[in-house]
């Protein structure tokens, strides 16, 4: 496919998060920042957590890679434009504690909650499952979160 109709095996454009000139600095800052409270406040590094919230799709792309023209300026992906995804909230402490999953669906909870072997098996290790009107994060899920999932940790820690 090279050499006779000059494609090449490309991945997918992407729209990139654009990162402030300095963002190194910033980061290391904040390492500080969270170092020094660390040291004045004597926190165990079973108290310090850090939470962040990944989009999942669920419907994957057929393949991460494709073949196109070499120089082609859009490189498109059966199903790519697919939206169907969720977002899945991951904690981890200081001391490699990881925290169970939140997952925070579209929908109903009724739809949510089918009963199926994947969902108790969610749920037996912990797992919170919650929906929103568009699948993203609002102040009700983090809230959820902290009652659930947090809170449940911290107090068999202390």
Same mark, same amino acid.
């Given at each position: ?55 999942? /799709? ?6 991460? &890679? ?17 939206? &169907? ?31 199926? /072997? ?6 037996? /290790? ?33």
């Amino acid at each position: 496919m090279k050499s006779h109709l000059n494609w090449r095996f490309c991945k997918p454009i992407t729209t990139k998060g654009n990162l402030p000139n300095d963002w190194e600095k910033q980061g290391h800052m904040m390492v500080l920042r969270i170092a020094y409270l660390v040291r004045v406040s004597n926190l165990p590094p079973s108290l310090v957590v850090n939470t962040d919230q990944t989009w999942i /799709h669920l419907v994957p792309m057929v393949g991460e &890679r494709t073949w196109e023209k070499r120089w082609s300026k859009d490189v498109g992906v059966f199903g790519g434009d697919d939206k &169907r995804s969720i977002i899945a909230c991951v904690s981890s402490f200081a001391n490699g504690a990881l925290l169970p999953l939140q997952l925070i669906f579209q929908g109903t909870i009724k739809r949510v909650l089918r009963k199926n /072997h994947g969902t108790q098996i969610g749920l037996n /290790h912990g797992f919170h499952f919650t929906m929103t009107n568009d699948h993203w994060s609002n102040l009700e899920s983090m809230q959820e979160f902290v009652n659930f999932i947090l809170v449940p940790y911290l107090n068999n820690e202390m």
